[in-house]
């Protein structure tokens, strides 16, 4: 497994991302591939960040959104 890049680097192409500079540029500057800046870009549209965190949602997404509970917990304990 490849060692991950250094939080400077990841800075640096965040920055260069927020720029509009194209991707291959980038991967040229940083000495990184294309495909990583691509990544990185992917996760930034998506997420807002760089790296996605180690946990992520699995399985089947709740039938019962947060505004859904949210609204009926209080109803459930006024009763």
């Known amino acids: 497994m490849v060692a991950p ?7 640096a192409i965040k920055q260069r991302l ?3 500079v194209p991707h291959i540029n980038i991967a040229e500057e940083m000495s990184v591939s294309v495909q ?5 870009s ?3 549209k ?3 960040v760089v790296l996605l965190p180690s946990i992520s ?3 089947r ?3 019962m959104t947060r505004e859904m509970i949210d609204v009926s917990i209080p109803m459930a304990l006024s009763q």
């Open 57 to 59: 949602m699995r399985g």
């Open 18 to 20: 927020h720029e509009n």
């Open 42 to 44: 992917t996760n930034l």
């Open 61 to 63: 997404p709740p039938s």
């Open 36 to 40: 990583t800046v691509k990544n990185y």
């Open 46 to 48: 998506h997420y807002d």
């Open 5 to 11: 890049l250094p939080q400077s680097k990841r800075d």
